[in-house]
């Protein structure tokens, strides 16, 4: 596996914690052990610290978390109902690979299901949901996308406040499953940024410009011009993954 940082060693560290309770709590920590271990493996396979087809052993992990094999298993599952790691008889798990048509599928997903949520949210949208809308886009805006010792990465606390800012554009939609889906979708798009982004340095588009032009469309309650402004950023950030796929593929083909 590959090496993990300190943010990755703070989760794991959460793991450890609920490992170390007595055994007479063992039965009600156990969900919670397995929700820990769950949150953690996602967290490395969104950020490509888990990589695509990689093989994910339930004892290692076990060993790794020091807890039993049962709530590994049990985050595994859940992973894998989440289409992040794929689940093969009598062959256990692996993360699940990455392509172009997948790629293309999901951006053809999100984009259908991010514009009903805005223009939900922009119809619903209060007062209230304006203003932590406006935090949402100051916090991101005066963030990095990479710092100067690891311009090769992407900022952990930019990320965070990228996924909160999109996730504030749509939280005025009165529809939580639509809400929990568009999450998910998001985070799906979030792994292959994360992998597009190993080993190059950040690009031309002026990503802070792309935020605030979203930022005021959706503030005027101009749904058309905010939902074309969303689309268009989906698009931008896809076209520069597929790039990068198309390379790997050509590169795994030679």
Known sequence: MPART???MDDLDDVLALASRPEADAQSAAPTRATAIYALLRREIIRGELLPGEKLRVEV???RCKVGATPVREALNRLSMEGLVSQQDQRGFRVTPVSTQHLVE???TRIWVTEIALRESIAAGDA???DRLVVAYRRLARTPNRLPETPHEMNPEWEDLHRSFHAA???ACPSRMLLDFSARLFDEGERYRHLSVRGSSSGARDVREEHR???EATLARDTGDAVRL???HTLLTTRTLLDFLGQQEAASAA
């Open 106 to 108: 999901l951006t053809r």
């Open 128 to 130: 209230a949901w304006e």
């Open 230 to 232: 969303m689309n268009q």
């Open 6 to 8: 300190s943010s990755n």
């Open 61 to 63: 992990l076990a060993e």
């Open 169 to 171: 554009l749509v939280a």
């Open 213 to 215: 032009e979203l930022l």
